[in-house]
Nanobody
C-alpha cells in the first residue's frame, strides 16, 4: 500500500523560509511525476510545483522564483524549498505522486496524495 508522509510545515514570518518533505512508502514501479499542491478554505487545490520522471519542473505562477522542488535519486522523497514566504502562501500543502502500480502483472495508472501539512505565514 502506497503512503505519502509530509513533514516540515509550521508557522513562519513573512520573508522567512521553510522546507517541506514528502517520503513515499510502498512500491510504485514507475513514477511519472512528484509534486506539491496547496489549498485554502473555499478555494480549489492549486499547483505549487511538480517534477517529472524526465526531470522537468513546473511551478505555479505565484511561487515561481521563490520555491524550488527537488527529489532524491531513488524517487523516494520529494522536497519543496520555500523562500521569501508571503502571507498568501498560507495553506495546507499536499504531496502528490503520479505513477504506475503493478498488481499481478497488470500496470495501472494511479494518483496518490498525502494528508497535507499546514504552512502558516504570519507576523
Amino acid at each position: 500500500q502506497v503512503q505519502l508522509m509530509e513533514s516540515g510545515g509550521g508557522l513562519v514570518q513573512p520573508g522567512g523560509s521553510l522546507t517541506l518533505s514528502c517520503a513515499t512508502s510502498g512500491e510504485i514501479p514507475r513514477i511519472v511525476a512528484m509534486g506539491w499542491y496547496r489549498q485554502v478554505p473555499g478555494k480549489e487545490r492549486e499547483l505549487v510545483a511538480t517534477v517529472t520522471s524526465g526531470h522537468s519542473t513546473n511551478y505555479g505562477r505565484d511561487v515561481e522564483g521563490r520555491f524550488t522542488i527537488s527529489r532524491d535519486n531513488a524517487w523516494n522523497t520529494v522536497y519543496l524549498q520555500m523562500n521569501t514566504l508571503k502571507l498568501e502562501d498560507t495553506a495546507v500543502y499536499y504531496c502528490y505522486v503520479a505513477g504506475y502500480t503493478n498488481s499481478g502483472g497488470v500496470y495501472r495508472r494511479e494518483d496518490f496524495w498525502g494528508q497535507g501539512t499546514r504552512v502558516t505565514v504570519s507576523s
